[in-house]
């Protein structure tokens, strides 16, 4: 089973993205990064033309070929950091998404595509938000946490510290500086960085087993007292990997 079937097969996230599809969907639509193809056959039932653009070449024989059963649906082998394109799009679907856009290209696209929307484009997703949480784990270096492992205690609230709105073009830089208070009296070792996708003013989706598992990040250990506050030092571009991430951990004062 490859990566693309994984993400066909993890129907919460196919599922609320074909929901908000149907609702959204309208006129000239492109789907970018459109991997299998199944958001952009979704779409076609609603628009009148579907752009759907994909350069990985390991996908793209297979997609094409599915695609050409779709009159209205367009297939482009193009890099969607940078395609050109004939006409602006009424709505624009980029589902190439990862925990707080780090490590994946859904930014870098939308601030290219952001010269074919008009004022009333629709975005599908409209936002997603992130959180960062202190906790004790065993970990030597980045890592996702799925599956609930590995195991993990939690040493504070989730704190939110960036939302991201897809239809204005976005910094891709980050650099927060992010209170946030312990919980109870541990040493914390790490933190969790957990997004939320906001498909729809109506659909908000938490992970899935394809969707923007959180990330732990190490830090140095660090004992905290109950109610304590830290300051957290938070770097990373988004779109610039998991190797792009800093971070540093400082008491209040």
Known sequence: MTYYDDL????????????????????????????????????????????????????VKKTRKKLENYPNIIFLQEDATKVELPEKADTIICEMLDTALIDEQQVPVINHIHKYAKE????????????????NTKIAYITYYEDEHPKITEASDEIRYDYIEFNKRIDEEINKEIK????????????????????????????????NPPILIPIKDTSVKMDEKLTINLRYKMGGGINSIQTTVRRNK
Request: net charge positive; hydrophobic share 40%.
């Open 8 to 59: 066909v097969n993890d129907k919460l996230r196919v599922e609320a993205f074909t929901k908000v599809i149907k609702q959204e969907t309208k006129n000239i639509t492109y789907d970018l990064g459109t991997g299998s193809g199944i958001l952009a056959e979704a779409a076609s039932e609603y628009a009148s033309k579907v752009y759907a653009i994909e350069s990985n070449p390991l996908i």
């Open 120 to 135: 009333d484009t629709t975005f599908i997703p409209k936002a997603v938000y992130s959180t960062l949480q202190l906790i």
């Open 180 to 211: 946030i208070k312990a919980n109870k009296k541990t040493t914390i070792n790490a933190i969790k960085i957990t997004t939320y996708t906001i498909i729809n003013d109506e659909t908000i989706l938490a992970p899935t087993p394809m969707l």
